[in-house]
């Protein structure tokens, strides 16, 4: 049967109203890490995708690596993403926050001194982002083998706060260069102990949480996202087929909400030497498919079954209405680069709707 991206999916025992998603994205305006009413009126504005997708929710105090980004680990962050979950769901959507632990992209700045954690002590290349502007970034401290049933517990405990919280799922952020994905590429991980190594090591931490936080709220609720070819934050893997080959036949069977794929690198460039399809093939659940996306081509892909969901980003960070839009095939809203990360209401919840 042939769907489009505006037709319905059942996801984590709900009936999303349609194919899109609003794909998870950092805008550094949540003082003090907790959400606010003005993070609530952004993702209620955007209420028209079927899904949404929080920007990362550090796990921890540890996995804390941007400024002004929201946890969900304490009682006061736990109350402040309520009025956001509440906001989503009185405009009719689903919401899923997604769970996140910086790693070595972190920087002494938040940690009193003390140094970021990672699989290995091998600093990335690059900046961090800190209250005082850019840094290099640290060699980080390699975890101990006794301090990682910690971590998993930490995701496991912000699952919990997640539904306590309201939130209709997770999605454990196994993307783009943080803690889990430098666990799983080799290029950032050199341990020789259980969780390095072989490719069943390198993905024995994303493993031990996706079972941890589905034990605690339901594999069905559980989203994972991983991003095969992204460079971003100095990754690397030697053979990153296989490796999230491995990957996608890990996480088949165990009845996740979905798998979700950043196709491309952060340029927007895909890999003629990756072939994502072949992580449709060996997947058994949902497939979310992101990475520079525009609505011919997610309508071919859905139709095509290439995959079942779309997330979208930066088209829904400046068109609060972009269903309504691709449905009328109405012009988009340039996005303002310059106003992505902090600052106030401007470029972001100020863009207008068709309507307005």
């Not at 989503?88 to 070595?104: D, N, P, T």
């Not at 339901?218 to 070819?229: A, E, M, Q, Y």
Request: hydrophobic share 40%.
């Amino acid at each position: 049967m042939s769907h489009d991206i505006f037709s319905n999916i059942e996801l984590a025992g709900h009936t999303l109203i349609n194919r899109m998603a609003m794909a998870p994205m950092t805008r550094n305006r949540a003082p003090d890490n907790i959400a606010t009413a003005m993070m609530a009126e952004y993702y209620a504005q955007r209420a028209g995708a079927g899904l949404i997708i929080t920007e990362g929710a550090q796990v921890s105090e540890q996995a804390v690596g941007y400024p002004a980004t929201p946890g969900i680990y304490t009682q006061a962050q736990l109350k402040g993403w309520k009025q956001v979950t509440d906001a989503v769901h009185e405009k009719g959507s689903r919401i899923f926050a997604q769970l996140w632990h910086c790693g070595r992209i972190s920087h002494p700045d938040y940690h009193a001194g003390e140094l970021p954690v990672a699989p290995s002590a091998i600093a990335a290349a690059g900046d961090a982002f800190t209250y005082e502007g850019l840094k290099p970034f640290v060699t980080p401290r390699a975890l101990e083998a006794e301090e990682i049933a910690g971590i998993v517990d930490e995701y496991r405990h912000a699952a919990a706060f997640a539904i306590e919280a309201g939130f209709d799922g997770v999605e454990i952020h196994a993307a783009n260069g943080y803690l889990i994905d430098q666990f799983i590429r080799d290029g950032s991980n050199r341990r020789t102990d259980r969780h390095g190594g072989s490719l069943e090591n390198r993905t024995r931490l994303l493993m031990e949480i996706v079972a941890a936080v589905g034990g605690e709220i339901d594999h069905d609720k559980v989203g994972v996202r991983i991003s095969p070819i992204n460079a971003f934050n100095d990754m690397s893997d030697s053979d990153p087929q296989a490796t999230f080959n491995h990957v996608a036949v890990s996480l088949s069977g165990l009845g996740l909400a979905y798998l979700h794929v950043v196709e491309v690198s952060m340029t927007g460039e895909a890999s003629f030497d990756f072939d994502v399809g072949q992580l449709r093939e060996r997947f058994d659940g949902i497939y979310i498919a992101n990475g520079a996306y525009d609505q011919p081509r997610a309508q071919q892909t859905i139709s095509s079954g290439d995959a079942d969901m779309i997330a979208f980003g930066i088209p829904f960070l400046a068109n609060p209405d972009l269903p309504e839009r691709f449905r009328l095939n109405a012009e988009l809203n340039e996005a303002d680069q310059a106003t992505f990360y902090g600052g106030d209401v401007h470029g972001y919840t100020d863009y207008p709707t068709l309507e307005a």
